[in-house]
């Protein structure tokens, strides 16, 4: 018996031994991307971590499917990596993805299934929407890795294009029926019809605001107002119809002839059927906004206090759905529908719930219409977004509030404040102009170049690979420069005859066109074609009213002209010294005044004769003038000075005058008689003698005919006969003044050089 238990008990410890012994290998757990995360690369990186066995090596064997039963999956060789980088990923694609070990011959049993979904499209970037950029704008976009490359669309034809209604009033909702004809209503009673021949008011009897429109077909249509306004349509005229409410109604939806519903204010809901209007009692006061009807058993609102209220045909059930306000609905389906609102936030219902939806904006979101699965938004300071797969932003081209959108198989027509309208008339992108560029798969940035100047181009973006192409970007447009803006000088400015015109860089040009007439028509302007953004014009005249203007040009447009703007010349010079009736003025002055840039020349008058009888004339290229011979002590004289330009003058400057000095000082301690320069004329060397009556100290200048001083020096004279040496190096050949001064008082001498 005890050896029985004995090998029993052995037995027992080898079992346990086995069983325990054996290794037990764990499933991964899953990092990225996580579970449920969106817009993903189509090269996305599966990363998970690692785990441990006995085996020196761990694989791991990666499984891929389209649907979270892993129904034919893609199951990928084990591999020793913990991360497996993805290819060829369908664009908006949803994926789902497990993890298993292997350790030796054990296996571990799958991991979590996490789900991620690849982004649809691309994501543009800059310019901003509706921006002004000059010929050369680069655009660019958010990076897309895993793929083969982009292809960019740029026109000046976009599907929606501005239209004119003709009113200022503001408009609320709109409408394109099945033959093409369009109705827009709005505020004050405002109801317009465009039968394809432009927008008609049209009288319907009220001045209510006016809220939303419905067609049934040509020969039923729909509107509602506030006060309970409702109005029929028969296919030739309109007519008031009773709801049985005075509630405001701001929702009108119709599933046939026979069948529709208006909301309102209070939670007001009314149904028709077969020409009776009843009120339903929802069980909810909050102001409904709109309304969808598929059928007589399934109606949707939605409105304030975040409410969606429906009814299923037995009876009404509402629910709180998100965070803000809805303003719009619309059901495809019982399946398929969206609301949008508050701050951009939109919501989708997939037959069980409502989910958020990106929307790529926060503006409010004022209404909402679909044809099939493609819809879009409009809302607040010009917003549009559209749905192809996704939301993304579009262009609007305005930057009013958006009321309504409606799209259909005949068209699309945009409402919105102040009257602003945009009809969906094309597909867009189909103009002769259409540029479709390749860009390589490493790009994030384009440069466009040799643009229109002045025009709005529309462009978007796709990206592709082997196995798919993404959806279009959302569209966006930008408007260039329609001409360069101008500088220097401002409008209206009094200038030189040499003037520096200047105007802003515009990018993208190869050369400027400028011209400039003393004709505002400029009929015959003279053009010059500078290349910067800068140009010296120095030969007008004095006293003309110019016009100017500039243009910018490339290999593929001219820009229309910039504004005109306008200079005036000077016509006279304005003195500056000596001062206008200063006293104790030397008797040789050096006159100056102010320069006029691009002049040939001056003439300056001197005469102590106030009518100029015998005036000493000075004509010279620089606007000073030093006086060549003393003039008499204690007179008064009298100076003007006007410019030259070629054969044409200025008009003289004013006439200003001086008093000399009265003479005592200098000639009391000089002989001016004993003065005298040799040799002279001299090649600037020479001696000058003369004889002191007391020792002093004496300033020597020599100074050429515009004032410039060539030579100064201080000597000492000792009483009696003195001879001073003075040499001058590198002096040009002409005439000079030598002047001897002692404090105020001078004498000049002529000194000649040779």
């Known amino acids: 018996?005890?050896?029985?238990?004995?090998?029993?008990?052995?037995?027992?410890?080898?079992?346990?031994?086995?069983?325990?012994?054996?290794?037990?290998?764990?499933?991964?757990?899953?990092?990225?991307?996580?579970?449920?995360?969106?817009?993903?690369?189509?090269?996305?990186?599966?990363?998970?971590?690692?785990?441990?066995?006995?085996?020196?090596?761990?694989?791991?064997?990666?499984?891929?499917?389209?649907?979270?039963?892993?129904?034919?999956?893609?199951?990928?060789?084990?591999?020793?990596?913990?991360?497996?980088?993805?290819?060829?990923?369908?664009?908006?694609?949803?994926?789902?993805?497990?993890?298993?070990?292997?350790?030796?011959?054990?296996?571990s049993g799958w991991s979590e299934s996490w789900g991620f979904s690849v982004l649809w499209n691309v994501t543009m970037d800059k310019p901003n929407n509706n921006s002004e950029v000059f010929a050369n704008p680069e655009v660019s976009w958010d990076e897309i890795t895993g793929i083969d490359g982009y292809i960019m669309q740029l026109d000046t034809v976009y599907e929606w294009s501005n239209a004119s209604s003709g009113v200022t009033e503001n408009l609320n909702a709109s409408a394109v029926v099945s033959n093409g004809e369009m109705w827009a209503i709005g505020d004050d009673g405002t109801v317009l019809f465009n039968d394809g021949n432009g927008w008609l008011v049209i009288d319907v009897g009220t001045t209510e605001d006016l809220n939303a429109i419905y067609f049934v077909d040509a020969n039923n249509g729909y509107i509602v107002g506030n006060g309970g306004t409702l109005l029929f349509f028969d296919g030739a005229s309109w007519t008031?119809?009773?709801?049985?409410?005075?509630?405001?109604?701001?929702?009108?939806?119709?599933?046939?002839?026979?069948?529709?519903?208006?909301?309102?204010?209070?939670?007001?809901?009314?149904?028709?059927?077969?020409?009776?209007?009843?009120?339903?009692?929802?069980?909810?006061?909050?102001?409904?906004?709109?309304?969808?009807?598929?059928?007589?058993?399934?109606?949707?609102?939605?409105?304030?206090?975040?409410?969606?209220?429906?009814?299923?045909?037995?009876?009404?059930?509402?629910?709180?759905?998100?965070?803000?306000?809805?303003?719009?609905?619309?059901?495809?389906?019982?399946?398929?529908?969206?609301?949008?609102?508050?701050?951009?936030?939109?919501?989708?219902?997939?037959?069980?719930?409502?989910?958020?939806?990106?929307?790529?904006?926060?503006?409010?979101?004022?209404?909402?219409?679909?044809?099939?699965?493609?819809?879009?938004?409009?809302?607040?300071?010009?917003?549009?977004?559209?749905?192809?797969?996704?939301?993304?932003?579009?262009?609007?081209?305005?930057?009013?509030?958006?009321s309504c959108v409606y799209v259909s198989n005949e068209g699309g027509l945009v409402v919105g404040e102040d009257g602003v309208m945009l009809n969906r008339s094309n597909s867009g992108f189909n103009s002769p102009y259409l540029k479709n560029v390749q860009i390589s798969p490493d790009s994030s940035a384009l440069n466009l170049t040799n643009l229109f100047f002045g025009a709005t181009f529309y462009y978007r973006l796709k990206a592709f690979h082997d196995m798919d192409t993404s959806m279009w970007s959302g569209v966006k447009s930008f408007t260039t420069y329609a001409s360069p803006t101008l500088d220097k000088p401002s409008n209206g400015d009094e200038t030189d005859l040499l003037i520096k015109?200047?105007?802003?860089?515009?990018?993208?040009?190869?050369?400027?066109?400028?011209?400039?007439?003393?004709?505002?028509?400029?009929?015959?302007?003279?053009?010059?074609?500078?290349?910067?953004?800068?140009?010296?014009?120095?030969?007008?005249?004095?006293?003309e009213q110019y016009f100017w203007r500039v243009a910018a040009q490339h290999a593929e447009d001219i820009s229309d002209w910039s504004e005109v703007w306008t200079l005036n010349t000077v016509n006279s010079i304005m003195l500056t010294s000596p001062e206008n009736a200063s006293e104790e003025v030397n008797t040789c002055p050096l006159f100056t005044w102010e320069?006029?840039?691009?002049?040939?020349?001056?003439?300056?008058?001197?005469?102590?004769?106030?009518?100029?009888?015998?005036?000493?004339?000075?004509?010279?290229?620089?606007?000073?003038?030093?006086?060549?011979?003393?003039?008499?002590?204690?007179?008064?004289?009298?100076?003007?000075?006007?410019?030259?330009?070629?054969?044409?003058?200025?008009?003289?400057?004013?006439?200003?005058?001086?008093?000399?000095?009265?003479?005592?000082?200098?000639q009391e301690t000089i002989d001016d008689e004993s003065i005298s320069l040799y040799p002279n004329p001299s090649n600037g060397n020479f001696s000058l003698s003369m004889i002191a009556n007391e020792s002093s100290s004496y300033s020597i200048r020599v100074i050429d005919l515009s004032g410039k001083v060539v030579y100064d020096n201080i000597i000492d004279l000792k009483i009696g006969n003195n001879s001073i040496s003075i040499t001058i190096d590198n002096i040009s050949s002409g005439s000079y003044n030598l002047v001897i001064t002692d404090n105020d008082y001078t004498i000049t001498r002529r000194l000649l050089i040779k």
Request: net charge negative.
């Open 595 to 666: 320069e006029v840039a691009g002049t040939s020349g001056y003439e300056m008058w001197l005469d102590s004769d106030e009518s100029f009888s015998n005036p000493t004339k000075y004509m010279g290229e620089d606007p000073k003038y030093q006086c060549q011979v003393n003039l008499n002590q204690n007179t008064v004289y009298y100076w003007k000075v006007k410019g030259k330009s070629g054969a044409l003058t200025s008009n003289w400057s004013e006439t200003w005058s001086f008093t000399t000095e009265e003479g005592i000082g200098i």
């Open 501 to 543: 015109f200047s105007w802003d860089q515009y990018e993208g040009t190869t050369n400027y066109i400028f011209q400039i007439d003393n004709d505002e028509n400029f009929t015959m302007p003279r053009s010059f074609a500078p290349d910067p953004d800068t140009l010296w014009v120095n030969d007008l005249v004095f006293g």
């Open 1 to 107: 018996m005890k050896n029985i238990y004995s090998i029993l008990s052995l037995s027992l410890v080898l079992i346990s031994v086995s069983v325990f012994g054996q290794s037990k290998i764990y499933a991964p757990n899953l990092r990225s991307p996580e579970n449920m995360e969106i817009d993903q690369m189509p090269d996305v990186l599966l990363d998970w971590d690692a785990v441990t066995g006995v085996s020196p090596v761990i694989l791991y064997e990666v499984q891929l499917a389209d649907n979270m039963n892993f129904t034919n999956p893609v199951t990928f060789v084990p591999t020793d990596l913990t991360a497996l980088s993805m290819s060829g990923l369908l664009f908006g694609g949803d994926y789902y993805w497990r993890v298993r070990a292997y350790d030796g011959n054990e296996v």
């Open 240 to 402: 008031q119809a009773d709801p049985g409410t005075t509630s405001d109604l701001t929702g009108v939806s119709f599933a046939d002839s026979d069948n529709g519903v208006v909301v309102g204010s209070s939670g007001t809901v009314v149904v028709y059927s077969s020409g009776v209007w009843t009120e339903a009692e929802t069980g909810d006061d909050n102001d409904l906004r709109s309304v969808s009807m598929l059928d007589a058993s399934s109606i949707w609102a939605c409105g304030e206090g975040k409410i969606v209220v429906s009814f299923d045909g037995t009876e009404w059930s509402s629910e709180v759905v998100g965070s803000k306000d809805h303003y719009s609905i619309s059901m495809l389906n019982s399946n398929t529908g969206w609301t949008v609102g508050k701050s951009g936030r939109i919501y989708r219902w997939n037959g069980s719930e409502w989910f958020e939806e990106t929307s790529g904006t926060t503006k409010d979101l004022y209404s909402v219409s679909f044809n099939g699965m493609e819809g879009y938004a409009v809302g607040k300071s010009g917003t549009m977004v559209k749905f192809s797969g996704n939301w993304n932003p579009v262009t609007s081209g305005l930057s009013e509030l958006l």
